[in-house]
Each structure stands twice: as C-alpha cells, then as structure tokens.
C-alpha cells in the first residue's frame, strides 16, 4: 500500500488496527524508541554567574556551516534558565573514561562538581571541565517546543579535542519514555 500526499486537501486518515489500544501502543513505542542509541554528555552554563550543569543525552549534530548542535532539556531543568537567557552553554562529549563526570551530575546538578573537578578556562566564561573527551561552546539560536521537552538549536562558536583516543560513551535505554 502506497500513501500519497498532495498540497490539494487533507492527506488521508490511517486506519489502526484495533488491538491497538493506547496502552498497547505506549508500550512497544517505547520499547523500540529506547533503543535509539545517543551519547552521554554534561551541559554546562553560568546562571547569575554561577556554574550549572546537568547530564544529557538528547543531543545531536544539526549542521556543517555553520556548525551547530541540537539539545533537548525538559522544561524543568534548572540550565533551560541559563539558555533562555544569554544562551551560552558548553557541551562535554562524555566517554567511556569519563566516569567522574557521569558520577558527578548523575543525579542532577551537583555544584560540588564544579570544586572538585579540574577546569579549562575559555573565551566565553563557560564551565569546561579537563576531564572530557570533548568540549564544544555554544550559543542558542533558536528553540521549538517537543511536548514535555524544549528542543534548542546552537552554533558551535568553539571546540576542543581535550584526548586523542577515546570511545564515546553510548546509552541505550530500556524504555524511551523515561531517563
């Protein structure tokens, strides 16, 4: 069965089989949306010039020239303050030897962390952590509301391979409706 869609009127109605309850559906998209493989990163800012970070894994390459990046964040997190404002962010592209990191904003934002892991000082006075495979600053230039989460597109103002040799740190979820 082929659909085509044309300018000229509504695209047509699918039809659901119906053993297909919303319980049904819930449970196998989530299942399959799980496996959709994303890397492990911490976001870093300053709001009222204090340090912020949070780990992520909602991210995305989004363009060549120039180079940009796409993050989603849930509305709740307290680092969309800091994007919503100046919009300056890093990215810490996480791998698998980069387990301090991952341990230190596991759980949220931890300011602790930003005491006890070395820094990279940069032009745009965002938090760099040493420790990461990878460094990328950033600015938002646009953002689109995805349901429960903000999707924020950024340019890559600046970037750092912080190692040479590094396996990414790669996360596949059981289910893809929760973290």
Request: charged share 20%; with cysteine.
């Amino acid at each position: 069965m082929h659909l085509r869609f044309t300018t000229s009127g509504p695209p047509p109605k699918l039809k659901i089989p119906s053993f297909f309850t919303p319980a049904c559906m819930s449970k196998s998209i989530g299942a399959a949306i799980g496996k959709i493989a994303s890397g492990l990163y911490v976001a870093t800012a300053k709001l009222n010039d204090v340090p912020i970070g949070m780990l992520c894994s909602f991210v995305e390459q989004a363009g060549f020239e120039p180079p940009m990046v796409s993050i989603a964040l849930g509305s709740g997190r307290p680092i969309v303050a800091a994007l919503e404002g100046d919009g300056l962010f890093g990215l810490h592209v996480l791998s698998k030897d980069d387990n301090a990191l991952l341990k230190a904003f596991a759980r949220g934002d931890n300011p602790a962390a930003f005491e006890e892991l070395a820094r990279v000082e940069n032009a745009f006075g965002i938090p760099q952590f040493s420790e990461a495979w990878a460094f990328l600053a950033c600015k938002v230039v646009g953002k689109l509301d995805a349901g429960d989460h903000t999707l924020y597109l950024a340019e890559v103002l600046d970037g750092a391979l912080q190692r040479e040799s590094a396996e990414p740190m790669v996360r596949v979820r059981a289910n893809g409706f929760a973290y």
